[in-house]
């Protein structure tokens, strides 16, 4: 049975600060997935630009890491400690996945991060300007 | 039995082409026989020869008309192949160079949408993004997925 647990955040003014997502950050800064780690990560980063300017329009970072349970709740941790200064943020269970999803603004930010076991996916993408369809 | 003056004038009309074909087959009988002097031994050998139905010519006409006719048709026919294959090539091909090029443009043109993406695994980073756009395409793809997401969760807090 899937518990569902989602906590809409309504946060004032004041909380769109560069180090909103301070914990999750420092996380995904470090030198996970490094020669040394002892465990397997890739991270995956994806710059997409205006096809006219060459302007970055939205930059994603991708973190999968296997078999490392300690840094699994070490982001479950961050997550939960970064998400009251969002805008929004959405928190599931579903069985044995801890799923978040967390929005910044200004920029726009969405962080999602998806937990089972010792696999950790991040998903963290800075929106810098909308695309038109 | 002819005399020699009469074969003489046989084969001078033999020559000239106006024999008939008895008078042909005259000739071959006379010639074929071994009454022939020796001076007209070229000539008993030709009439053998014609007699035996011209082997050698015939075999050679033979081989060679039909050639020279083939060769001549086949030049027509290879000039004219050749000139519709090269008029299918360029119509088939055109446009797939179009589509290459058009392709190798999209393709320089994605990449320079993705510069600056790359990806690390196992410690090794690749930016080559011939190699990666495949992977990048997938995460900006998820992405918008996710972002589509957050808009949800926005437009429910009605921010």
């Known amino acids: 049975m899937k518990r569902l647990l989602l906590v809409m955040a309504l946060l004032v003014a004041g909380v769109v600060e560069s180090s909103a997502q301070k914990h999750i950050d420092a996380l995904l800064n470090r030198d996970i997935g490094g020669v040394q780690s002892g465990y397997q990560c890739t991270k995956r980063i994806a710059v997409k630009r205006d096809p006219v300017s060459g302007e970055v329009v939205k930059r994603v970072m991708e973190v999968v890491i296997n078999d490392n349970k300690g840094l699994a709740k070490q982001f479950i941790e961050a997550f939960k400690l970064d998400l009251p200064t969002s805008e929004v943020c959405e928190e599931q269970q579903r069985g044995k996945t801890y799923v978040a999803t967390a929005v910044w603004l200004n920029p726009k930010r969405v962080y999602n991060i998806s937990v089972t076991g010792a696999v950790v996916v991040v998903n963290m993408q800075t929106i810098y300007r909308e695309e038109e369809n | ?159």
Do not use: C
Request: aromatic share 8%.
């Open chain 2, 1 to 159: 039995m002819k005399s020699r003056e009469q074969i003489a004038e046989l084969v001078e009309k033999f020559l000239d082409g106006r024999t008939t074909n008895s008078e042909e087959r005259e000739l071959y009988a006379w010639f074929g026989s071994a009454e022939v002097p020796e001076e007209w031994s070229d000539l008993k050998a030709m009439f053998a020869w014609y007699e035996a139905g011209m082997p050698e010519q015939k075999l050679s006409r033979q081989a060679e008309t039909p050639r020279s006719r083939r060769s001549m048709w086949l030049t027509i026919g290879s000039v004219a192949g050749i000139a519709a294959s090269v008029a299918l090539i360029i119509t088939l091909i055109l446009p797939d160079v179009d589509d290459y090029v058009d392709a190798t443009h999209l393709k320089h043109q994605q990449s320079d949408i993705y510069k600056g993406s790359y990806i690390v695994e196992h410690g090794v980073r690749s930016d080559d993004l011939s190699y990666i756009e495949g992977d990048i395409e997938e995460l900006l793809e998820r992405a918008d997925n996710l972002e589509q997401r957050a808009d949800e969760l926005l437009a429910w807090a009605d921010i």
